[in-house]
Each structure stands twice: as C-alpha cells, then as structure tokens.
C-alpha cells in the first residue's frame, strides 16, 4: 500500500524537477533580458510581467515627450 503511494510522489518530484531544468540559463539576468521583445518574454515565461513593463515603458516615454 505504502508503495502504490510513494511511487506517484517520486513520479511527480522528478516531473517538476526535469521542468525546471527547461528554463533557460539566459532568463536568469531578468527583466532587461526578458523583456526585450516578446519573443523572449515567452521563452522565459514572463509574458505578464513584461506586458506591464512595456505599459510603463510607454507611459513614462509619454510623460517625458509631452513635459508632464
């Protein structure tokens, strides 16, 4: 009984630990790498996060053309 349940749990870890192994080395210097193009945002699955950086981006350049 015992081992029916242990062998899904190891099952599960080594699942989530051969994921993590697929994020890449490079995603490691945050934001200003991920959010260099969208592109890359996806390849370090940070597509939200960069989406309200751009938005900031944006808004700070804005202030800054039109003096506010």
Do not use: H, N
Request: with cysteine.
């Amino acid at each position: 009984m015992a081992l029916a349940l242990i062998i899904p749990l190891v099952l599960a870890v080594a699942t989530a630990l051969a994921q993590q192994d697929q994020f890449p080395q490079r995603c490691l210097q945050g934001p200003a790498y991920w959010c260099q193009d969208a592109e890359t945002a996806a390849e370090c699955q940070k597509e939200q996060f960069c989406l309200s950086f751009w938005d900031t981006a944006l808004v700070r350049a804005y202030e800054g053309v039109a003096g506010l």
